[in-house]
């Protein structure tokens, strides 16, 4: 029976690995449609080489937008503002995507030991959940290295002069790439080096994916909340109590304020370096902070760049730590009194609390809402809501709680049937209908964030074609431009009152569209939650008859010869 159970669970490990990959490389493919598509359909709307359409659409989607190479009609600008956010989203779900996929094959790796090259590099207590961080660091601070020394190569013309780049300025244009910002002001011209910087940018994003699934797997990995306690509500972790949020929300205040003062003493000391006005420093600042990067106004002095070079690497590094103490805070705010009881550990239960059944590919785990403990789906079928602990729909409990909260409040809404009810007794157009609105409920906070970001960019269009004297078609390019974070310069803000509406108007854009990203990772993982349940029950019939191989045994290491 053990060896069954130990076959269903490799069967359904690799059937979630297969489900993974698969996912990953159709909206890969998808996205790599979209790019080769860009490129052609912008070389025939702008009359340009495919190479430089291709160029111009990697810069688009990166949101970099240097600048050097934009639409000139007004048809093709439309097409811009539609694919731009089409691509976008399309890249967002292959963020997903990898990012999933990354955490499924990171945690394979670990549970076998696989931890490559800096595993024997680094001491055996070093903590292997930081291996792709540290690789991934080295690479890029390897890339900046190498990219910086060849562009340094490239020419400018200053006053009518051609001159070459150098290493400083290489180096200026190889940061703000890295942190998306790309004012415009140092740009590739020739085949080469746009060539070049279409596979920096590609090795940027892949990086990047890597980040961010690595910081998805630390907070999942040091949010596992420890069973040994008798209090659920005093399990310790080694980020501290789960119900104590002080630490994070102390954190990420830190981070903001350091981040803010130091936009603002950077503008300071750009308004004396550079002999800006503060106001001008500070709207240069915030269009940095964004990653925005029109070019309107850029930094001229050695010692500007210097600032700025560093500058656009501490905000690379910035965003990806703001990302991480966020993430801790939402799971810890999961476990508060006001979301519930904290759920014990799956891996501290074997069985079932109530019947007593072991665990495996057939019997699943699952968590009662109201106590937080570990039940089988025939011990926890019952449903009833829990509007005081944020679940005003009926969800999943345990028999004694339902009975609990059944003699307590007799108008409480439930639902005890059987979870193959549906297949026995018939369904009303009236249950179809809610069914068919349950589903959609998956998709409805993306469709609020994309619907709130079109009127968002709707109205921008209006307000800056009113303040700049533009066409509608105009500002409604600017503020895609400005939302997406892409900012060409070719269109940009010149009068006082503009600039002061765009500053507000940037942050809010900014954290709208971040919003529709978050969205679309929640909804994506809850998307492939069910499909991959799915796949599991195809797996039962298998296991029943006894079809699944049994796993092979891992081959153990040999211990290590001692030497005299």
């Known amino acids: 029976m053990l060896e069954a159970i130990e076959a269903g669970q490799v069967a359904f ?14 909206r890969f493919g998808i996205f790599f449609l979209l790019w080769f598509l860009g490129g052609i359909v912008f070389s025939l709307l702008e009359h340009w080489p495919f190479g430089k359409a291709l160029y111009f659409v990697t810069e688009t989607l990166a949101t970099i937008g240097f600048g050097g190479v934009v639409p000139v009609h007004p048809f093709s600008k439309v097409v811009l503002v539609l694919y731009s956010v089409a691509g976008l989203l399309s890249l967002c779900l292959v963020l997903v995507s990898s990012t999933t996929w990354w955490l499924h094959a990171q945690r394979h790796r ?4 696989q931890t490559g090259l800096l595993g024997r590099i680094l001491p055996a207590s070093f903590n292997p959940l930081y291996f792709p961080l540290i690789s991934i660091a080295v690479l890029q601070f390897v890339v900046v290295i190498i990219c910086a020394v060849c562009y340094s190569a490239e020419h400018i013309k200053v006053n009518g002069k051609t001159e070459k780049w150098g290493f400083l300025n290489g180096f200026y244009f190889t940061c703000t790439a890295l942190a998306t910002i790309g004012y415009g002001d140092f740009e590739p011209k020739t085949t080469g080096g746009m060539t070049g910087a279409v596979f920096m940018i590609i090795i940027f994003e892949v990086c990047r994916f890597i980040i961010l699934a690595s910081i998805s797997h630390l907070t999942f990995e040091y949010t596992r909340p420890a069973p040994s306690a008798a209090d659920p509500k005093e399990q310790v972790d080694s980020i ?44 240069f600042m915030i269009v940095s902070l964004t990653t925005i990067g029109y070019g309107d106004i850029t930094v001229k ?6 600032l700025i070079a560093l500058y656009s690497v501490v905000l690379f590094v910035l965003k990806f730590t703001i990302l ?29 609390m109530k019947c007593s059944e072991p665990f495996g590919v057939v019997r699943r785990r699952h968590h009662c809402r109201h106590c937080g403990g570990v039940f ?28 609990q909260q059944a003699q307590s409040n007799p108008e409480i809404r439930w639902s005890a049937s059987e979870s193959n009810s549906d297949s026995t007794n018939p369904a009303s157009v009236l249950d179809l209908v809610k069914k068919a609105m349950s589903q959609w409920k998956v998709y409805w906070k993306v469709i609020a964030a994309f619907l709130t970001l079109w009127v968002v960019m709707l109205i921008g ?28 310069g070719d269109f940009h803000a010149s009068k006082t009152a503009s600039k002061i509406v765009l ?62």
């Open 13 to 26: 490990q690799r059937v979630k690995g297969t489900y993974y990959r698969k996912t990953f490389f159709i």
């Open 110 to 113: 670990i549970k076998y030991g």
């Open 240 to 283: 501290g109590s789960l119900s104590d949020t002080k630490p994070e929300k102390v954190t990420l205040v830190g981070l903001w304020s350091g981040l803010v003062v130091a936009t603002l003493v950077l503008a300071f000391s750009l308004s004396k370096i550079e002999g800006w006005g503060f106001g001008d420093a500070v709207y």
């Open 301 to 306: 002095r050695g010692g500007g760049k210097v």
């Open 324 to 352: 991480y103490w966020t993430q801790r805070l939402r799971f810890k705010q999961k476990f508060s009194e006001k979301s519930g009881p904290v759920w014990i550990d799956d891996s501290s239960v074997t069985g079932c």
């Open 376 to 403: 089988c789906a025939v011990c926890s079928r019952w449903r009833i809501s829990i509007p005081q602990f944020g679940h005003p729909d009926p969800v999943r409990v345990c028999h004694q709680c339902f009975q």
């Open 461 to 488: 269009g209006m307000v800056f074609a009113l303040i700049q004297k533009w066409k509608y078609l105009e500002g409604l390019y600017f503020t895609c431009v400005t939302v997406l974070t892409i900012g060409y």
């Open 503 to 564: 500053v507000v108007y940037a942050l809010l854009g900014y954290g709208l569209f971040y919003w529709m990203v978050v969205e679309l990772q929640a909804t994506s993982t809850r998307v492939a939650t069910k499909s991959i349940e799915k796949k599991r029950q195809d797996l039962i019939p298998l296991l029943d008859r006894g079809t699944i191989p049994a796993p092979k045994p891992t081959p153990e290491k040999p211990p290590p010869s001692e030497t005299a």
